[in-house]
């Protein structure tokens, strides 16, 4: 599914899917903005119009987005080289972690809650929202097990609020 051909309406989570799937097969389209400076999670831009919103992301084991949300967003992403951590919180009990390795994905809706965290050296994957990404909730749990969110843009870089909880 190339960006000129996307329908021109917001996508469901298994057409980002879908998406993201096929742009990971046609690595022209991304390969040459893979990058790791300075050991830090680097991100960019493949595409956004009204519609749909794409990301390049590269990883390092340090790379941790904390907990948050897509506000009204759904989404996909794809691992295309190393490991990523999906996280989703189980309050009363241990987080579910799942290992995601390159050549798999996923997709969710926007009441989903994660996070995701660098596995492998220098990771790789894409991810497609639709809508575009304006807002995202960021949370904290403490020590308690209380969840507080916090709303912060698409263009704020997504980090741990508390330590790894």
């Known amino acids: 599914m190339a ?19 096929d742009l990971a097969a046609r690595p022209e389209e991304w390969r040459e903005l893979v990058d ?3 050991g830090h999670r ?3 831009s493949l595409h956004r119009d009204e519609y749909v919103d794409v990301w390049l992301l590269c990883w390092t084991p340090e790379s941790d987005t904390g907990w948050h949300d ?16 999906e996280c989703n919180p189980r309050i009363g009990g241990e987080h579910v972690e799942v290992k995601v390795e390159a050549g798999a994905s996923f ?6 809650i994660h996070r995701l965290v660098g596995v492998a050296d220098r990771s ?9 990404l304006w807002r995202m909730g960021q949370y ?5 097990g209380v969840m507080r969110r916090v709303s912060v843009s698409y263009a704020d870089e997504l980090r741990p609020l508390d330590p790894a909880a």
């Open 3 to 21: 960006f000129e051909s996307l329908p021109e309406r917001s996508l469901d989570r298994h057409e980002l899917r879908r998406l993201v799937d």
């Open 36 to 38: 790791f400076p300075d």
């Open 42 to 44: 680097h991100y960019v």
């Open 70 to 85: 897509h506000d009204i967003s759904s989404g996909a992403v794809t691992v295309v080289d190393g490991v990523l951590m």
């Open 107 to 112: 997709c969710f809706g926007p009441e989903h």
């Open 124 to 132: 790789v994957s894409i991810h497609a929202y639709s809508p575009p």
């Open 140 to 144: 904290s749990i403490d020590d308690g």
